[in-house]
Nanobody, 122 residues
Framework: EVQLVEAGGGLVQPGGSLRLSCAAS????????MTWVRQAPGKEVEWVST????????LYADSVKGRFTISRDNAKNMLFLHMNGLTTEDTAEYFC???????????????RGRGTQVTVSS
């Protein structure tokens, strides 16, 4: 069974940092690009970042570029999202998803975890 389990969300003040993780199982993790998407209340799912299989290429939405860093550990089947300089606009449920997404419609990434909530508030 394919599973993606996110962790690391929480409440953080503006300007703070969080590191999200995603534990993958049930498939050959190193063979897939991986993606983070997010969904804020009342808004559509938004693509955040994508990483290639061997982490050679990474892509970021303009809204997070320079603040977020995606990474992966293929030996441990783990995906990460390091988030710095958080703002209230980053408040959302964050999901890891299987697949490469070059500014794609994130709805096509149907293999996702259940998400982890990130709330940025003073």
């Amino acid at each position: 069974e394919v599973q993606l389990v996110e962790a690391g969300g929480g409440l953080v003040q503006p300007g703070g940092s969080l590191r999200l993780s995603c534990a993958a199982s049930g498939f050959a993790f190193s063979n897939y690009g991986m993606t983070w998407v997010r969904q804020a209340p009342g808004k559509e799912v938004e693509w955040v970042s994508t990483i290639s299989t061997a982490a050679k290429w990474t892509l970021y939405a303009d809204s997070v570029k320079g603040r977020f860093t995606i990474s992966r550990d293929n030996a441990k089947n783990m995906l990460f999202l390091h988030m710095n300089g958080l703002t209230t606009e980053d408040t959302a449920e964050y999901f890891c998803a299987r697949g490469w997404c070059d500014k794609c419609d994130p709805r096509i990434l149907t293999t996702r975890g259940r998400g982890t909530q990130v709330t940025v508030s003073s």
